[in-house]
T-cell receptor, first 116, second 111 residues
Framework: DTGVSQNPRHKITKRGQNVTFRCDPI?????LYWYRQTLGQGPEFLTY????????KSRLLSDRFSAERPKGSFSTLEIQRTEQGDSAMYLC??????????????FGEGSRLTVL | GESVGLHLPTLSVQEGDNSIINCAYS??????FIWYKQESGKGPQFIID?????DKRQGQRVTVLLNKTVKHLSLQIAATQPGDSAVYFC??????????FGAGTTVTVRA
């Protein structure tokens, strides 16, 4: 499978616990994005990387959230001290940036978080 | 704030008929729009895009129309099939694919 891969697909945790999601983008893609989607809503942009550099973080990304892409390949999204409001689908996407134009964004299947 | 939104949350269509899904946006400076399809339990899938210097773009069974005067875009699906049942989102590219999505329209195809 050469698509965007996310793990775990589902995570149930208790409030206050830390969780980490992993995203493996399409291998030749240099840009990686994280979005969050709550039930009945469209995805919301959280942050994105070009190679290992984090270029921007949304105001939605509180201090409890941290994302990394240490080697410019896979990325992790960690949520510390989870709250019930963090329950959502966390989507990863990747694209091939070619300077003047950004290629199509390919989404993974998402990691669904339920905070009890 | 400025955002992209959809007119109707649901649309029921008879198989074989054409579907039209509408979307209104408020940022007059927006120059790139994308339609995505999302099936249950899956990530959004690219359908078609359009830049603001175009009024119409066609793909396979899909057409996107952009009316910049009224800040409106639509997605037309020809000969709707059961596999077209999904949630459809319009999205505005705010730059570098930092997309602003609408709430979505759930399309149900009746046999």
């Amino acid at each position: 499978d050469t698509g965007v891969s996310q793990n775990p697909r589902h995570k149930i945790t208790k409030r206050g616990q830390n969780v980490t999601f992993r995203c493996d983008p399409i291998s030749e893609h240099n840009r990686l994005y994280w979005y969050r989607q709550t039930l009945g809503q469209g995805p919301e942009f959280l942050t994105y990387f070009q190679n290992e550099a984090q270029l921007e973080k949304s105001r939605l990304l509180s201090d409890r959230f941290s994302a990394e892409r240490p080697k410019g390949s896979f990325s992790t999204l960690e949520i510390q001290r989870t709250e019930q409001g963090d329950s959502a689908m966390y989507l990863c996407a990747s694209s091939s940036w070619r300077g003047a134009d950004t290629g199509e964004l390919f989404f993974g299947e998402g990691s669904r978080l339920t905070v009890l | 704030g400025e955002s992209v939104g959809l007119h109707l949350p649901t649309l029921s269509v008879q198989e074989g008929d054409n579907s039209i899904i509408n979307c209104a946006y408020s940022n007059s400076a927006s120059d790139y729009f994308i339609w995505y399809k999302q099936e249950s339990g899956k990530g959004p899938q690219f359908i078609i895009d359009i830049r603001s210097n175009m009024d119409k773009r066609q793909g396979q069974r899909v057409t996107v129309l952009l009316n910049k005067t009224v800040k409106h875009l639509s997605l037309q699906i020809a000969a709707t099939q059961p596999g077209d049942s999904a949630v459809y989102f319009c999205a505005e590219n705010t730059g570098d694919y930092k997309l602003s999505f609408g709430a979505g329209t759930t399309v149900t195809v009746r046999a």
